[in-house]
């Protein structure tokens, strides 16, 4: 089986304390892999985020102002693209994904059984915070009342595009609606979707970050105002 190449994609804000040991903690070689490069979106920090992760080895891509979760993904995702990348994994900058579950994201792509895949951390909720947890299982619901699309993990930023899913996915939302757009997107595209179960390492300082029941409504909410507006 010939050997792949693998972009890491990590989107920070603000992340200069922690982005330096995220990056350290990425392999440096997988099985089946020719070459992994990992790449940071410094989405307009005003810390040195952007400074920690060159210093690690990762290549900078840097937004003068903060633009959105989404905006930085899709910078992401078009700097997979560009350096031809047959697998690309988008990680949280703050710690929260262990690098250790790479070969298992990329094996349903690898092995031809997906397109994306979605790290889920429901089917291992252990310290997760309740309320993130009540979020995301909102979240969930309403995708599955409203389109049909049915996950045990919407709003996970652990997740694996294969080479179709690169072409093919253009997302347009800029904040954390975008984790639900790229699963609105798949399903209207055909794309498939895979999940995986991973661990999910929470520290105080990942706890303090991400959704909770009222942002994951209000992102509901811009999510659906996009869909409407076409």
């Known amino acids: ?17 922690v982005i330096g040991p995220v990056i350290a903690a990425i392999p440096k070689t997988l099985e089946y892999v020719l070459g992994i490069k990992t790449v940071v979106i410094d989405d307009g920090s005003k810390d040195a985020t952007g400074q920690a992760a060159r210093a690690a080895g990762a290549i900078v891509l840097r937004h003068r102002i903060n633009r959105g979760v989404g905006v930085a993904t899709t910078t992401g995702l078009t700097a997979a693209r560009r350096l031809d990348a047959d697998i690309a ?57 409203f389109w049909g699309i049915r996950t045990t993990d919407s709003q996970s930023g652990y997740r694996a595009y ?40 929470y520290t105080d300082y990942s706890r303090a970050k991400g959704q909770n029941p009222i942002t994951a409504l209000l992102t509901f909410l811009r999510f659906l105002a996009r869909v409407l507006m076409g």
Do not use: S, W
Request: glycine share 10%.
């Open 1 to 17: 089986m010939p050997k792949i190449k693998l972009a890491i994609l990590i989107p920070a804000y603000n992340e200069g304390t």
């Open 89 to 145: 994994v988008t990680m949280d900058a703050d710690g929260q994904h262990d690098p250790a579950e790479l070969a298992k994201m990329i094996t349903p792509i690898r092995l031809g059984q997906a397109d994306i895949v979605v790290g889920t951390r429901l089917t291992n909720p252990e310290g997760m915070p309740a309320i993130r947890r009540i979020g995301n299982q909102l979240m969930n619901g309403i995708l599955r009342v």
């Open 162 to 201: 294969g080479r179709e899913a690169l072409e093919r996915l253009h997302v347009t939302t800029g904040g954390f609606e975008v984790c639900t757009e790229i699963l609105y997107v798949a399903k209207q595209d055909g794309l498939r979707v895979a999940e995986v179960p991973i661990t999910t390492i």
